[in-house]
């Protein structure tokens, strides 16, 4: 399951929705913040944001980064919220997003409800959060990007989750809660595995749709690590491979699936490198796109 094919889609929809509000004379922006600088760390939330800027500067949409690095612990919050504050008031910016991960120490919920709801791309206010648990609208809400992006990335390959025995390895804000809300709205019926859960292989075996977005490689974990391989899951399963870890000694990246492996008996199988992160990518160019839509028509999230 290449998302090359769809994600030059998206990008095209994006350019010209771009064209309209040029005439319009709005120019949509996209502000990313990085607060973490433990090494390993700073190293991929960088390369995740320099990535993200070249998929702005491709289309056309502004972009500004922001690393909150130089700070106390007892003063990086503050530095935090109040750059938060400042950005939500800029109208040359319609999008925040704050990298991931935050130091231990940071009150992540704290910092994601400093954030203007209209602006939060990431989907992970709790405005935007609640309204995944009411009503929601796939196309224009914003929601959280990698949830969205596979939903998107099989109905692009025509895999109906109705009916199937869906499993979700890993219960993120990001992905694993999201995406269990979107695959039951769809009639899948879905268990989600986390590192207290009983029998877990035999729950991932039962799996028409397996999701793996654990992030914790055998090569870097010793404990509560995960590699999805071909003996741990039924002839014919659809596999989505999310989690991917880089070693900070050598760089290299490792993932949750053993994509060579898997190949030989799954149906279909994301690759680790165009796939999930490509859907990822083009759902943040949308939900800019919604952003900047909401703020220049002024609805009110309340």
């Known amino acids: 399951m290449h998302a090359e094919p769809i994600f030059k889609k998206i990008k ?24 973490t600088d433990n090494p390993p760390e700073l190293l991929t939330a960088k390369k995740y944001v320099a990535l993200k800027e070249a998929d702005c500067r491709e289309v056309g949409i502004y972009f500004e980064a922001h690393e909150i690095c130089g700070y ?26 704050v990298q991931m991960p935050l130091p231990g120490f940071i009150n992540r919920e704290r910092l994601l409800e400093k954030i203007n ?23 224009e809400d914003l929601l959280p990007c990698t949830a969205v992006g596979i939903v998107q990335l099989l109905e ?50 039962e799996g028409d749709l397996v999701v793996s977005a654990v992030g914790r490689p055998p090569e870097l974990y010793r404990e509560d690590s995960f590699r999805l391989t071909a003996e741990l899951i039924k002839d014919g399963a659809v596999i989505v491979g999310v989690g991917g870890k880089r070693d900070p000694a050598t760089g290299k990246m490792y ?9 030989e008996k799954a149906s ?4 680790n490198i165009g796939g999930v992160g490509l ?21 009110k999230p309340y």
Do not use: W
């Open 12 to 35: 095209e929809e994006v350019r010209r929705e771009l064209a309209a509000f040029k005439e319009e004379g709005i120019t949509p922006g996209l502000a990313a913040i990085i607060a």
């Open 72 to 97: 106390s612990p007892e003063d990086r919050e503050k530095a935090l919220l109040g750059l938060i504050e400042k950005l939500n008031l800029r109208d040359d910016i319609t999008g925040i997003l």
């Open 117 to 139: 709801p209209m602006k939060d791309v990431d989907g992970l206010t709790p405005y935007n959060k609640g309204r995944m648990l009411s009503s929601y609208s796939l196309e």
């Open 156 to 205: 692009y390959y025509r895999i109906n989750p109705a009916g199937k025995d869906a499993v979700i390895v890993g219960r993120s804000d990001l992905v694993g809660r999201p995406l269990r809300i979107l695959l039951e709205d769809r009639d899948a019926t879905v268990t989600c595995l986390h590192r207290k859960t009983k029998n877990k292989y035999e729950k991932v075996a």
């Open 255 to 263: 993932f949750d699936v053993d994509v060579e492996s898997v190949s």
């Open 268 to 271: 279909y199988v994301t690759p």
């Open 279 to 299: 859907m990822t990518r083009a759902r943040l160019l949308k939900n800019l796109i919604s952003a900047t839509r909401r703020l220049a028509e002024q609805v």
